[in-house]
Nanobody, 121 residues
Framework: QVQLVESGGGSVQAGGSLRLSCAAS????????MGWFRQAPGQEREGIAA???????SYADSVKGRFTISRDNAKNTLYLQMNSLKPEETAMYFC???????????????WGQGTQVTVSS
């Protein structure tokens, strides 16, 4: 079993930045692929960024150029740097992990509880 715990969420004005972290523990392995997702009230969960065991990255078109996903395998930690945030990006942000790379789909096996990001105009 893998445990994932997100942190770094909070409130920020439009145009501001936040850095999210996801700490992995349990039977997590550094070869796992990982991703970031977000879900607003009444909306489907959507994939925004993913990174595989080799550091290859994929981003949703809506965040490309503004968000950066990275990982520190020595610390078993995943990061998401979010710049130029927009009010419509207010949502609960989740990290996910899986031995198989699901990229931006919602089929990951392990999920964190989420961290709230609120962007005000």
């Amino acid at each position: 079993q893998v445990q994932l715990v997100e942190s770094g969420g909070g409130s920020v004005q439009a145009g501001g930045s936040l850095r999210l972290s996801c700490a992995a523990s349990g039977y997590y392995d550094s070869t796992y692929s990982m991703g970031w997702f977000r879900q607003a009230p009444g909306q489907e969960r959507e994939g925004i960024a993913a990174i595989d065991r080799n550091g290859i990255r994929s981003y949703a078109d809506s965040v490309k150029g503004r968000f950066t996903i990275s990982r520190d395998n020595a610390k078993n930690t995943l990061y998401l740097q979010m710049n130029s945030l927009k009010p419509e990006e207010t949502a609960m942000y989740f990290c996910a992990a899986d031995p198989i790379m699901w990229w931006l789909s919602v089929h990951y096996r392990y999920w964190g509880q989420g961290t709230q990001v609120t962007v005000s105009s």
